[in-house]
């Protein structure tokens, strides 16, 4: 009795586990999801400037989360490894980037050009992987990637715009979550690096505009509060998404991770009232059903490994 006793109790605590992963995970998309209106707020301060002051705030968060992890050693070896420093400085550039596009898109109107880059993510994800990590792709996959790619099509053609900013949005995340994959560094202790290694152009663009006379920092406690918050925003959403991660199955991460993009969709219809034409709508259609038929993929492929087959 006291083995089936033991065994039900390592069930009840695997699901436990489990549902606070989904909890965490849920609250991690959930917060990014909200990104929007939150940046909406610096709309009216150049995407440079925030992004200055996201990567300047994000290090002490940064720091408490590695603190929290307990974390610290990991980040102590990367700093004797200057090829990996080297690299985490790169894919900084990179992720920043994505920062200053995403900002500005905020901030022009252009949301629901934001989330269709990041709907369409996953799916680049797997071209690149079966580009550059010699990944093969199963029919899904590849039914999945060439909807999206028609999806792409319908819009350039029907709404008679190419949706640049969708796509390079998704090419500098895919690009960083390819360089970062292959980067021998947790994912918190990754990003604490990155952004402190870009303190220094922090720090210097911060100076040239208090020198220009057009900082919006400290100009009134409002915008000073915005900026200094863009630190917690940008890290407690990396705190519960990795808490949620070390608990829950890629598939299940895989399914959540459409909360985001879905939440900035909504908000970019329904709070700023952006327009959705129909060939726009016709562009998402075809790229939500390749979506589908990914996560779908994506959960039978995990099953296939959990039973071994």
């Known amino acids: ?3 089936i006793a033991e065994s039900n109790s390592s069930v009840d605590e695997n699901r436990a586990e489990n549902q606070l992963g989904v909890i965490y995970a849920m609250a991690a998309f959930g917060l990014w999801a909200l990104n929007p209106l939150y940046f909406k707020l610096l709309a009216h301060i150049s995407p440079f400037e925030v992004i200055a002051h ?4 994000s290090v002490p968060f940064g720091l408490a989360i590695v603190l929290y992890l307990a974390r610290t050693s990991d980040m102590a ?3 004797r490894r200057p090829d ?3 690299k985490l400085m790169m894919t900084g550039l990179i992720i920043s980037g994505n920062w200053v596009l995403f900002v500005w898109a905020v901030a022009v109107g252009l949301t629901i050009e934001a989330s269709l880059g990041y709907f369409i993510n996953p799916l680049l994800n797997v071209v690149v992987g079966y580009l550059l990590l010699g990944e093969r792709l199963t029919k899904a996959q590849t039914t999945a990637v060439a909807l999206a790619g028609i999806g792409v099509v319908v819009q350039t053609i ?3 715009v190419f949706p640049w900013l969708a796509i390079v949005l998704a090419v500098l995340f895919s690009t960083y979550g390819y360089f970062r994959k292959t980067i ?24 040239w505009l208090f020198m220009q006379g057009t900082a919006q920092f400290a100009g009134n406690s ?4 915005l900026l200094v918050m863009c630190g917690p925003v940008t890290a407690i959403p990396l705190m519960l998404f990795a808490s949620g991660a070390k608990r829950l199955r890629y598939s299940t991460i895989g399914i959540l991770q459409y909360i985001a993009p879905t939440g900035m969709f909504l908000i970019a219809v329904y709070v700023f009232n952006e327009p959705v034409g129909f060939w726009k709508l016709v562009s998402f259609g075809f790229i939500w059903v390749a979506l589908a038929i990914y996560s779908y993929d994506s959960i039978r492929q995990e099953r296939k490994k959990s039973k071994g087959l």
């Open 1 to 3: 009795m006291s083995k």
């Open 54 to 57: 996201r990567a300047f705030w």
């Open 77 to 79: 070896r990367v700093f």
């Open 84 to 86: 990996l420093m080297l």
């Open 158 to 160: 029907g709404a008679g």
């Open 184 to 207: 021998d560094v947790g994912p918190v202790q990754g990003f604490v690096i990155e952004t402190t290694m870009l303190l220094p152009f922090s720090i210097g663009y911060a100076i």
């Open 222 to 225: 409002y915008d000073t509060f």
